[in-house]
């Protein structure tokens, strides 16, 4: 590739372009990337890193209430300042932005702090003009909130801005019904907002087994969270004093402070030069490639949100080290997506891995269910009727799990080790062959019976 500036240039230092880049250039090869905001991506900049710490602290609002139970005395009102919260999570991430940029520097990675877009199969033209080569391109630009088209949506904001608002919203309408609507709408009821989540269908959480769904739904209520189903957006009129009054079909109208829309996301192919090189693109505009994320276009290759094959973060690691591996390593190899577990980060946090007792179903035909339906012993004494769901799906021949589901307390750190033996095809007997951990929420999943 001498003939080239660089081996590899990848577009968007999110998080599979960082690991591509990384890993590309430890094999030897000579390695630039373009990012025009921010090293760290969606994930750590706007996504589920300052996410995550923003539920933490609204957990505290419901441990601050059960500590009573626990002999703390705790004030009353216990008052809580989301300045502070909002600028220590933005300071964290700041930190993370640095330690992303110094791991790159530090493998020899050079870092461009511009847009880029595809000139050619092998080029790149940067925003100031300057059109650079390369062996490899490698297009890893993440995705975008999607924003529905009605009368007043300009109103309306995304999540992205909801981790820079000046004051928490007395009262929020959050439109979506994916793990992004449900985490927020967990999030700023805990903070104190009115919120009301309304969604075009009546099914929240698409795709996730649908007892732990229902379950989800039921404790959000009972939390003061209102649902809206089968409502479309009509219009948004901003009064005189800024509340936001929300038309839609199917109900009456709302009259809120803020409106978020959390509807889904959108590939970042726009305006990105890919059809100079003849990429081509899927219907909902994301770059299509192969097993080993090869684009239409031999020389460019593609990964994580952009290509929206599997939109979570550990899967655009993984893709962007077997493309570096594959590519640049000599060790070539393929991501499995098969069994990969995710999490929803609600009040209570959900997490599943491997097949819904749905899909088990109509891929397996026979399956035996098994399940622990229980009050957590920190929920016991802290006098919260909230319980916990836990859930296994077997085939039923072999007793091979296939499918394991939760709602509860760390739910998403009790799956992860879970998600290994799922993973690794071991059966229903291997789990009651396993001494429980008691007193744990965990021992559920070897007691099930």
Request: glycine fraction near 10%; charged fraction near 25%; proline fraction near 4%.
């Amino acid at each position: 590739m001498a003939d080239y500036d660089y081996d590899l240039f990848v577009i968007g230092a999110g998080s599979g372009g960082v690991r591509a880049a990384r890993v590309s250039a430890a094999h030897g090869a000579k390695v630039a990337i373009a990012e025009e905001y921010r090293v760290g991506g969606t994930c750590v900049i706007r996504g589920c890193v300052p996410k995550k710490l923003l539920v933490y602290g609204a957990h505290f609002a419901e441990d601050l209430r059960d500590a009573k139970q626990f002999g703390w005395d705790v004030p009353e009102p216990c008052n809580f300042s989301w300045p502070r919260l909002r600028d220590n999570v933005l300071s964290e991430v700041d930190r993370i932005n640095g330690a992303y940029t110094s791991t790159l520097t530090n493998h020899g990675v050079e870092i461009i702090g511009e847009r880029a877009t595809v000139s050619g199969p092998h080029s790149v033209k940067l925003a100031s003009g300057r059109t650079i080569t390369a062996g490899k391109i490698l297009v890893a630009v993440g995705a975008r909130p999607a924003i529905p088209v009605f009368d007043g949506h300009e109103h309306g904001i995304t999540s992205n801005e909801a981790f820079h608002l000046d004051a928490v919203p007395k009262r929020i309408l959050i439109a979506g019904a994916g793990y992004i609507a449900n985490e927020f709408a967990g999030i700023f009821n805990e903070f104190g907002s009115k919120v009301t989540l309304i969604n075009r269908s009546d099914v929240i959480l698409r795709g996730y087994d649908e007892s732990i769904r229902d379950r989800l739904l039921q404790i959000s209520m009972l939390k003061g969270i209102d649902f809206r189903f089968n409502a479309e957006f009509e219009r948004i009129e901003k009064g005189a004093d800024g509340c936001l009054t929300v038309t839609m079909s199917n109900h009456e109208p709302i009259t809120v402070d803020c409106v978020m829309f959390a509807t889904g996301r959108v590939p970042n192919t726009e305006g990105l030069g890919l059809e100079t090189a003849g990429i081509k693109l899927d219907d909902k505009g994301a770059i299509e490639v192969d097993e080993d994320s090869r684009s239409s276009c031999d020389s460019i290759y593609a990964v994580g949100d952009v290509t929206n094959r599997v939109q979570l973060t550990p899967v655009a690691i993984r893709e962007g080290q077997a493309f570096a591996d594959t590519v640049f390593g000599g060790k070539p190899h393929r991501v499995d997506y098969e069994n990969i577990p995710s999490a929803v980060f609600s009040h209570p946090p959900m997490a599943g891995v491997g097949l819904t007792e749905a899909q088990a179903k109509t891929k397996l035909g026979s399956v035996k269910v098994y399940q622990s339906d229980f009050r957590p012993m920190k929920n016991v004494l802290a006098g919260r009727n909230e319980r916990a769901l836990y859930k296994m799906i077997c085939e039923s021949e072999t007793g091979r799990v296939v499918g394991l589901h939760m709602i509860g307390p760390d739910s998403p750190e009790i799956l992860q080790a879970a998600a290994v033996a799922v993973k690794a095809g071991l059966t229903k007997d291997a789990f009651d062959q396993t001494v429980a951990l008691h007193p744990s929420m965990a021992e559920e999943l070897v007691l099930m019976r």
